[in-house]
C-alpha cells in the first residue's frame, strides 16, 4: 500500500522560508513524485507547482519566483522550497504522487495527509 509522508510545514512571518517534503513507499509499480497542491479554508484545492510532460514544471502564477519544486526519482521523494512567503499562502498543502507502470501508463493517484502552512503578517 502506498504510503506518503508529509513534512515541513509550520508557523512563518511574512517574508520567511519553509521547505515541504515528500516521500513515498510501498508501492509495487513505478513511483512518480508529481507535485504540491493546496487548500485554503472555504477554497478549493489548488495547484501549487507541479511536474509536467518532458519533466517541465507548472507553478501557480501567484507563486512564480517563490517556490521551487524538486524531486528525487531514486528517492520517491518531493520537495516545495518556499521563499518569500505571504500571508495569502496560508493553506494545507497537499502532496501529489502517482502509479505508473514501468512503461509509464498512469495507474493511480495517491495525496499526502496534508502539512499546514500559517504565514503571519
Known amino acids: 500500500q502506498v504510503q506518503l509522508v508529509e513534512s515541513g510545514g509550520g508557523v512563518v512571518q511574512t517574508g520567511g522560508s519553509l521547505r515541504l517534503s515528500c516521500a513515498a513507499s510501498?508501492?509495487?509499480?513505478?513511483?512518480?513524485?508529481m507535485g504540491w497542491y493546496r487548500q485554503a479554508p472555504g477554497d478549493q484545492r489548488e495547484l501549487v507547482a507541479a511536474?509536467?510532460?518532458?519533466?517541465?514544471?507548472n507553478y501557480a502564477d501567484s507563486v512564480k519566483g517563490r517556490f521551487t519544486l524538486s524531486r528525487d526519482m531514486s528517492e520517491n521523494s518531493l520537495d516545495l522550497l518556499m521563499n518569500n512567503l505571504k500571508p495569502e499562502d496560508t493553506a494545507t498543502y497537499f502532496c501529489?504522487?502517482?502509479?505508473?507502470?514501468?512503461?509509464?501508463?498512469?495507474?493511480?493517484?495517491?495525496w499526502g495527509q496534508g502539512t499546514q502552512v500559517t504565514v503571519s503578517a
Open positions: 501529489h504522487v502517482r502509479t505508473t507502470t514501468y512503461l509509464g501508463e498512469k495507474l493511480s493517484d495517491f
Open positions: 510501498g508501492s509495487i509499480f513505478r513511483l512518480e513524485p
Open positions: 511536474f509536467g510532460s518532458e519533466g517541465s514544471i
